[in-house]
């Protein structure tokens, strides 16, 4: 079955460091996603992209955020100069698009900045 | 907007069973149940769409009142693996595919 696949599955970093957290999605699928899920809490969307461009972002996802899908396979969050507070497991997600069309998480990268 | 969905947690007896209600203050189109076990991803279990019908999956099922703009999951005679915590994830519109999630309903099945 197909899947998304997200790496690392945990990243630890200083705070005011940059990370990027990679997300392959599946294959034929045409939105994209990053969702953040602080610990004991819920799941909040971060941003979608589609045609090669954000298509809608939160309030959560200013300038200290970015997206990419730079060589059409991959699909990347990068984080710069880190937080306490950006602690928190991420989350990739695809989808086909069309009726009824569910989107595929992928299993995460918990990220902890220290 | 966020969903609502209530009870915040819920605690059965195995094959006891148990409902998880979604609501929202402005129109659906369609609800989306996902049950997330601790420190995993969320898996998806079930569509509703608007103008659909209700949706079932073993034990688990789910009904979409539109005109109340509120969703409900029910399980049925629960299982241990039930446990876990329920999300609804809803969108407003057919071309708007980006699902705002609810706090999540925390199931726990004890034998």
């Known amino acids: 079955e197909p899947e998304v696949t997200q790496t690392p599955s945990h990243q630890v970093t200083q705070m005011g460091q940059e990370v990027i957290l990679r997300c392959v999605p599946i294959?034929?699928?045409?939105?994209f996603y990053w969702y953040r899920q602080i610990l004991g809490q819920k799941v909040e969307f971060l941003v979608s992209?589609?045609?090669?461009?954000?298509?809608?972002k939160s309030e959560i996802f200013d300038d200290q955020f970015s997206v990419e899908r730079p060589d059409g396979s991959n699909f990347t969050l990068k984080i710069r100069s880190t937080k306490l507070e950006d602690s928190a497991m991420y989350f990739c997600?695809?989808?086909?698009?069309?009726?009824?069309?569910?989107?595929?998480f992928g299993q995460g990268t918990r990220l902890t900045v220290v | 907007q966020q969903p609502v969905q209530s009870p915040q947690a819920v605690i059965l007896r195995e094959g006891e069973d148990a409902v998880i209600n979604c609501s929202s203050s402005k129109a659906l189109y369609s609800v989306h149940w996902y049950r997330q076990k601790h420190g995993e991803a969320p898996i998806f279990l079930m569509i509703l769409l608007k103008g659909g019908e209700q949706k079932g999956h073993d034990k688990i099922s789910a009904s979409f009142n539109e005109k109340k703009q509120q969703s409900s999951l029910y399980l049925t005679a629960s299982q241990l693996s039930y446990s876990g915590t329920y999300f609804c994830?809803?969108?407003?519109?057919?071309?708007?595919?980006?699902?705002?999630f609810g706090a999540g309903t925390t199931v726990t099945v004890r034998a």
């Open positions: 994830g809803t969108n407003k519109r057919s071309n708007d595919y980006k699902l705002s």
């Open positions: 294959s034929n699928h045409l939105y």
């Open positions: 997600a695809s989808l086909l698009g069309g009726l009824g069309t569910e989107a595929f």
């Open positions: 992209f589609y045609n090669n461009e954000i298509s809608e």
